[in-house]
């Protein structure tokens, strides 16, 4: 039997004469009629009194309560410490973005190889080449240098110093710093300052430390014998920067094309004596990174 049914037939059975509205309105209208005598009847409308809940209920809401605000109480330092590492997630998130917004990030990433190159050459030829430094010039043995390795330091930023004790530190080399040459990006040093490492100042009395080069380039483009060591022949030129993830600065390739000029004019040799590091290693390497294009550098060089 559905419920409505139930509740009409009972409401017929309490007689035709009351009407029927909630408990307390008829509790009303019987005091109503008590004061008059019972001849009239008076319908006032009262709002229904709050219903008393019974112990049970009364019982049952009060466990309810006590359990969560207990539950409250007893969790509260791990509610709170939830709180705070939201306001922490949250802050962290919105650096992150205004991070981006200040310095968003270069164009390489994800880009493909036609959008890097684009923007390479824009960036190339972005600025006049500057003058060369005096200090380039060291008196070297005639015929030694054959050509120009280019290399990224892989880093963000950094400088001469900082790589110096980097190489002496951990690669263990007594004369620090690899390159002959290293170009900064304006993190740690100069953007586009052209720093002379001191194994070619003193080239007489050293090396440099930055190409293990296979037989294949040392007989081809340096045309020199399979004994021959490429530290021996080639000059480092180190861009400050990781050119896997970036480009190089305007102010970085101005001073490479500059620095490149000097050298082959100081030695004679071709346009093509310059590669990338990866071009030439014996144990194979990305650097200097897909962002460094350097057919695009040897196309400049080579314009009359
Ligand atoms: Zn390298």
């Not at 190159?117 to 070297?140: G, I, K, N, T």
């Not at 050509?147 to 950094?158: E, R």
């Not at 100042?201 to 080069?213: D, K, W």
């Not at 102010?251 to 094309?257: F, R």
Request: aromatic fraction near 8%; hydrophobic fraction near 40%.
């Amino acid at each position: 039997m559905s419920e409505p049914a139930e509740e009409e037939s009972r409401n017929s059975g309490e007689g035709a004469e009351t009407i029927r509205e909630t408990p307390g309105v008829s509790a009303a209208m019987k005091s109503a009629e008590a004061s008059e005598g019972g001849s009239r009847r008076i319908f006032v409308s009262l709002p229904p009194p709050v219903e008393p809940a019974s112990p049970e209920s009364r019982r049952a809401t009060r466990i309810l309560w006590s359990r969560t605000t207990s539950w409250r109480r007893r969790h509260a330092d791990i509610l709170v410490a939830i709180e705070w590492v939201a306001a922490a997630l949250f802050l962290l998130l919105a650096l992150y973005f205004l991070w981006l917004l200040l310095f968003p990030p270069l164009p390489i990433a994800a880009s493909p190889d036609e959008i890097v190159r684009a923007e390479f050459r824009s960036r190339l030829r972005l600025l006049p080449m500057p003058e060369a430094d005096p200090d380039w010039r060291v008196a070297s043995a005639p015929g030694r240098w054959r050509g120009v390795v280019i290399h990224h330091t892989a880093t963000s930023g950094g400088n001469a110093e900082g790589i110096d004790r980097f190489h002496k530190t951990v690669n263990r080399w007594e004369n620090g710093l690899g390159y002959h040459f290293l170009i900064g990006n304006g993190k740690g040093m100069g953007d586009g300052e052209v720093a002379v490492g001191r194994r070619w100042r003193e080239q007489s009395r050293m090396n440099g430390s930055h190409v293990v080069m296979t037989d294949a380039a040392k007989g081809g483009v340096f045309n020199m014998p399979h004994t021959a060591k490429g530290n021996e022949f080639a000059i480092g030129v180190a861009l400050v920067g990781n050119f896997q993830i970036g480009l190089p600065t305007p102010s970085q390739l101005a001073a490479l094309l500059c620095l490149l000029s000097f050298l082959r004019k100081e030695y004679g040799f071709g346009a093509d004596a310059i590669v990338g590091h990866g071009a030439v290693s014996a144990s194979g390497t990305d650097c200097p990174g897909r962002g460094l294009l350097v057919d695009e550098i040897i196309l400049v060089l080579s314009r009359p």
